[in-house]
């Protein structure tokens, strides 16, 4: 079975739940135009998330949450727990964005941890990878990247597989308006697959959707996903508008 093209928005500290609502119902209308064809999704800041969720209930995007706790509950102050996005309707959950590990410290440890948290509630995560510039100009890429792979699914199950989405971000691509070429991002994205197939097996890392993370847009959407095994993307400063997020879905699609 083909993987489906996945888009994800992740907003970061963007929008005031007003600004969220009136995101969220122009999204609704002008993404309604892919039907099924292709999963969405935008990931709003934790105080818009109630708001995002009613706007786009019963429409074809979802939401998700850029965060979450390993804990149910407890003196952990400024988190949120899993329970506390299930009720809320939450869908999909971001783990382990590179700014989170690069500010706030996390680790291929409580990324693991919050990853089983989500599974636990029966959100998808969107695990983030990525390596550095002077990483990559290292040469240590790949090496970078089984580590955190090995390290943040550990432990998990093929069936655990089925409801993760692996996002690969470069990080010396993440806003700076830099970008892979799509060669240089499908060879990545096919050492991801085969890490995956080494750890689980060839069908959980052909089933498995790869989303780019690294200054996607309308203009290069259609060339990365075009390459085998990239599969969408998770977007940063062009999903906070929707003419532009809207466009680069139905590049993306081609």
């Not at 948290?117 to 959100?123: G, H, R």
Request: proline share 2%; aromatic share 6%; glycine share 10%.
């Amino acid at each position: 079975m083909a993987r489906k093209t996945f888009i994800a928005g992740n907003w970061k500290m963007n929008k005031t739940a007003a600004e969220t609502k009136a995101l969220a119902e122009a999204l609704k209308e002008s993404l309604a135009q892919f039907g099924d064809t292709v999963t969405m999704a935008v990931c709003p800041t934790f105080t818009s998330l109630a708001t995002a969720v009613e706007v786009l209930k019963g429409s074809n995007v979802k939401v998700g949450a850029q965060n979450i706790h390993w804990a149910d509950n407890g003196a952990f102050t400024g988190e949120i727990s899993g329970a506390m996005l299930k009720e809320i309707g939450v869908e999909y959950v971001i783990i382990g964005h590179s700014e989170r590990r690069q500010y706030f410290g996390e680790t291929d440890e409580t990324v693991n941890k919050r990853i089983k948290a989500a599974l636990k509630y029966e959100l998808k995560p969107i695990v983030c990878i990525g390596e550095t510039l002077e990483e990559r100009e290292g040469n240590k890429t790949n090496c970078v990247l089984a580590k955190q792979l090995k390290g943040g699914l550990a432990d998990l199950s093929a069936a655990d597989m089925a409801k993760i989405t692996i996002a690969y971000e470069p990080v010396w691509a993440i806003g700076t308006g830099k970008t892979a070429t799509p060669e240089m991002a499908q060879e990545t994205h096919a050492f991801i697959r085969a890490t995956l197939a080494e750890m689980f097996g060839a069908d959980v890392a052909e089933a498995t959707v790869i989303q780019y993370g690294g200054s996607m847009k309308a203009e290069n959407a259609g060339a990365l996903t075009a390459q085998k095994d990239i599969d969408g993307g998770l977007i940063g400063g062009a999903a906070l508008k929707a003419d532009s997020f809207t466009a680069l879905i139905a590049n993306a699609q081609k």
